[in-house]
């Protein structure tokens, strides 16, 4: 089963760099998340793998580069830009010339419209389609070949909730027999419901290659949500003890700086009565920002943060 190793991957725009120095490895059986803001270089490093953009650095499948491999359409699926469909051709039709140029049997276009919940509607055009339909037409031709490895850049956008539970389920399932899959978003809040592990790209650099827990652990907040009876104490007692409390709505407080244990401990000592104590782990965009900022921070030598594997 294919491993993706990317290895320097680099382009330049005129002056300006849209992808740095980008190395991580892909394994297969899981869903890995490649996960960055709008123009972090997401899309240039996804073009760069599959050999369709000029810069530096290289990519290996199972140690071939895309070039090289000799059937390229049964090895690797790509979604890079859903948008490329004939105006009047249908969706059958479309996938059957894919199918065709690939030296595959013409009953694959159905398999696959069937496989993306798209059968019902093979015999219309994709102009009608909406975006989130165009996705699944766009997956379907990724799918053709039967590929071990998918490369899906925001195959999410514009998909509704029904349609992104399909696309989680349809991924987790593709990955779960054994394949490999990468899939980019911007939207944290996606790849936080999937991903097992990510790659995290900004400003066209690498932030982190690292399992999505050890990833939110690095780099997330932790609060500590207590409710007191005596929340003017609690809050001085935090302060005073090296902790924050950012929140506070009545007897509620939310406390940084300091564990559950640290919080109890600090209110037995005071003999405050506490009604509520519970741990709050930070989302994965609140992770993603404290990472960015920290690669900032250290500039360009140590914008790599090291997350334990
Ligand atoms: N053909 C191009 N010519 C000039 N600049 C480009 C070109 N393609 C991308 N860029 C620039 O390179 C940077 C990275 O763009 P890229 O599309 O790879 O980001 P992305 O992470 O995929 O963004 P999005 O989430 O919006 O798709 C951006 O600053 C973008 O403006």
Sequence with gaps: MARIEARGLSKRF???????????DVEPGRITGFLGPNGSGKSTTMRLMLGLDLGQGETRFDGETYRELADPVRRVGALLDSGAFHPRRSARDHLRMIARGAGLPPSRADEVLNQVGLGAVADRPPK???LGMNQRLGLAAALIGRPDTLLL????NGMDPQGMRWLRDFLEHYAAEGNTVFVSSHLLADLEAFA????????????ADSPLKAFMAAHGVERVRVRTTEPEQLAAAVEDAGGAVPERDGERLTVTGLDVKAVAELAASRR?????????SGSLEEAFLNASAASVEYGTDQARIEVTR
């Design 272 to 280: 405050l009565l506490v009604t509520e104590l519970v741990a709050v």
């Design 196 to 207: 097992e592990h990510v790659v995290v790209i900004g400003q066209g650099r690498l932030l």
């Design 14 to 24: 005129g002056g300006k760099h849209a992808v740095r120095d980008v190395s991580f």
């Design 153 to 156: 850049d925001e195959p999410a």
């Design 128 to 130: 009608g389609f909406s």
